[in-house]
Structures are given as C-alpha cells and as structure tokens.
C-alpha cells in the first residue's frame, strides 16, 4: 500500500521559517520525480517545486526561487523529502502536498503526479 505522509506543517510569522517534510513508502519511489503543491481554499493545486530521483535536478516555482529548497534523501524502503521555506510571506499560505509521479522527468503540473498525501496546512501570519 501507498503511503505519503506530510509533516511540519504549522503557524509562523511572516519572515519566519520552515521544514516541510514526506515520507513516501509502499513503492519504490527512489527513481521519481517528487515535488510538492500548495492550495488555498477554492483554488486549484499550484505547484511549488519538485526534484529528480537522483537529487540532481531541482525546479522551483518563481514564486518561491531562493527562498524554498528541496531536497531528499533515498532510504532503503522509504523516501523523505524536504523543503526548507524561508523568509515566508503571507502568500505562502496553503495546504501543501506532496506528490510522485510515474515519471523521472520533472514536472509541473498535476496531472503529472499520480500520488498525493493528505496536505500539512502552513500558515503565514503578517
């Protein structure tokens, strides 16, 4: 069975910071592509970043270029991926979910994820 399970989700004050993680387990995922989405209430899913299997390719949302960094690292049954948020904005705020795709391409759009967690809610006070 499939399990992607977001954490550190939470309230901080604009400027502030945090560290999103996912652990992914139940498939092997070390070969893809994962990224992370935000959503805010009546909204679609944006994307935020995502990153290759190996960790070499990294691609952000210009919205969060030089302030959000992912990063993971391929354990034996299970894969984590972090996102360090920095110097946060109120428009940070949303659900963010983490997401694999069946591909090793990286990608920006929903429908090239096929796996989705249950969201960390962040909230970015100013």
């Known amino acids: 069975q499939v399990h992607l399970v977001e954490s550190g989700g939470g309230l901080v004050q604009a400027g502030g910071s945090l560290r999103l993680s996912c652990a992914a387990s139940?498939?092997?995922?070390?070969?893809?592509?994962m990224g992370w989405f935000r959503q805010v209430p009546g909204k679609e899913r944006d994307f935020v970043a995502a990153i290759t299997g190996s960790g070499s390719g990294t691609y952000y949302a210009d919205s969060v270029k030089g302030r959000f960094t992912i990063s993971r690292d391929n354990a034996k049954n299970t894969v984590y991926i972090q996102m360090e948020m920095n110097s946060l904005k109120p428009e940070d705020t949303g659900v963010y979910y983490c997401?694999?795709?069946?591909?090793?391409?990286?990608?920006?759009?929903?429908?090239?994820?096929?796996?989705w967690g249950q969201g960390t809610q962040v909230t970015v006070s100013s």
């Open positions: 139940g498939r092997t995922f070390s070969r893809r592509t």
């Open positions: 997401a694999a795709a069946p591909a090793t391409a990286l990608g920006r759009r929903e429908y090239d994820y096929d796996c």
